[in-house]
């Protein structure tokens, strides 16, 4: 912080190792000057995906606060930020870069880290715990992505959550997954008149994983190149439907992004049976900008 009203940031890639690919992420390492209506106001300035700020813990054991907007919204939880942010608190000095073990302070509570490391590290959170939501029926989610019903896999779609609610559709190869879109209008008539905010993601099963694609209008957000949030409920919900292995240590990639031009590798790992002992989102971060923000005094 400078003159007590200039800011640093970093914007990192996240899910990549490219630059110009994966889910970029703006990351201010020392925000606790600010108030959380200015972070709202300075999420929607940059218009990204999400935008981290880092503030001290509440919580004891924690090694840093974070507290992560959409353009239209704070989030209780976030995947890509979660990673993007640890990425620069090692690249800050804020946390040790040989440690491989962290809590962040998020306002879902505590999440974990792991540091695989590596010349380009593997940065893992543990997704907070999965909660089940109700069923759709398939012919309105065909009807609101533009589909007709024979393109949906014949799964019922269902709402997790892991912070974000998420609708999880299956879709029958990659081509009805490039072929879909939501806008407000559908994301609304989804959930038929209901407050809250979703998260609608559509994948298919592939060889490695998933093909997938996230469409969240009423955060702000048209398409998510990447979504940490809803992969662990992903896992789950192809866990349940046998479209992967339950064993421990099952390990697959979800990639998304791709039909935006922003292509993402998000690694997902099974721990325990069924996931008993948690599910683990990981990726590796591509660092692009750094830069200052300048408010009035």
């Not at 010349?119 to 089940?132: F, K, Q, S, V």
């Not at 994983?209 to 949030?229: L, N, V």
Request: glycine content about 10%; overall charge negative; proline content about 9%.
């Amino acid at each position: 912080m400078k003159d007590g009203r200039s800011f640093r940031y970093r914007v990192v890639d996240v899910f990549t190792t490219n630059p110009l690919e994966g889910n970029p992420l703006a990351v201010f390492p020392e925000a606790a000057g600010l108030d959380g209506a200015t972070m709202q106001r300075i999420a929607r300035e940059l218009n990204l995906a999400e935008t981290a700020f880092v503030v001290p813990p509440h919580r004891e054991g924690c090694v840093a606060g974070v507290k992560i907007f959409t353009p239209r919204k704070e989030m209780e939880f976030a995947g890509h930020p979660t990673v993007g942010t640890s990425f620069v608190l090692l690249e800050e000095g804020i946390v040790e870069k040989d440690r491989t073990e962290f809590l962040l302070d998020e306002k879902v509570g505590p999440v974990p880290v792991r540091i695989e490391p590596g010349e380009r590290p593997m940065i893992w959170l543990r997704t907070p715990p999965i909660h089940d939501g109700r069923r759709f029926a398939p012919s309105l989610c065909a009807q609101v992505l533009g589909l007709d019903h024979a393109q949906l896999l014949g799964l019922p779609p269902q709402l997790l959550s892991a912070g974000n609610p998420t609708v999880l559709i299956a879709l029958r190869d990659k081509h009805a997954v490039d072929r879909a879109w939501l806008d407000l209008n559908g994301a609304k008539a989804l959930m038929g008149g209901e407050s809250e905010p979703i998260c609608v993601f559509v994948f298919t099963p592939t060889p490695d994983g998933a093909y997938s694609r996230m469409f969240a209008p009423e955060y702000g957000i048209p398409e998510d190149p990447a979504t940490g949030s809803s992969t662990g409920p992903l896992a789950e919900f192809m866990m349940r439907h046998g479209l992967i292995s339950r064993a421990d240590g099952t390990h697959f990639v979800s990639e998304q992004g791709t039909k935006m031009r922003r292509r993402s590798m998000l690694h997902v790992r099974i721990h325990g049976e069924h996931g008993a002992n948690g599910i683990e989102v990981g990726g590796i971060v591509t660092p692009v900008v750094e830069a200052t923000l300048t408010l009035p005094a």
